[in-house]
Structures are given as C-alpha cells and as structure tokens.
C-alpha cells in the first residue's frame, strides 16, 4: 500500500513525493548539529520539560550542499512566516557551559 503523493515545487520543476501512510510526525523542540567535511547530521530531540532528559526523535544527514540549501530555505521560510504572524523575538543567549549530552543506544 503506498501513502498519497504530495507535489513539491524544486527549482521551477514539480517532483511527485511518495509519504508512506506509517510515517508519523515528530516534534522537536531541541536539535544538535554536528559535522564533518562531507555531511552535517542533525539530531533532532524532545527535552523533558522539568528535567535533565531528552528523547532522540530522528537523526538525518544531509550533504554540505544541501544544509547550505536548507539554511536559505529556512531563512526565507521564517521571513515569510513573520510577514504573515509577526517578528519572533530569538530566544536569550543559553550558556552551553557545563551542558554536555549522553546519547545511549546510538552509535
């Protein structure tokens, strides 16, 4: 059984995108970002409210290329979003000192 088909406008070209009917979405509220020369891997997280947890909700590599494609995507995306709901203030500096992430059954 195949899930519906979503049409996405890539570079003036449609392409067809097949969504399983099991995918399911994921919330995040946290992510980390590491990299190396030939991949950015993006570990995205939802963190406990109240404690010093966090549950992995999906990890995705992307090329350097992509990730800088991404980040003009998202900056655009958000410029609209704020024309049509208003400016988000960004969240206060977080001291990430002292921080550090246990990640178990990952490797």
Do not use: C, W
């Amino acid at each position: 059984m195949q899930g519906a088909g979503y049409p996405i406008l890539m570079s003036n070209q449609e392409i067809q995108v097949q969504m399983p009917p099991d995918l399911d979405p994921v919330y995040s509220n946290m992510i980390q970002i590491a990299f190396k020369d030939d991949e950015f891997t993006f570990l995205f997280l939802h963190q406990i409210p109240g404690t010093n947890q966090a549950r992995a909700k999906a990890i995705v590599s992307i090329s350097p290329r992509h990730a800088k494609s991404l980040l003009a995507v998202l900056g655009r995306s958000m410029a609209e979003y704020e024309e049509k709901f208003g400016t988000i203030e960004p969240p206060g500096e977080r001291k990430a000192e002292g921080v550090s992430t246990t990640l178990s059954g990952y490797s």
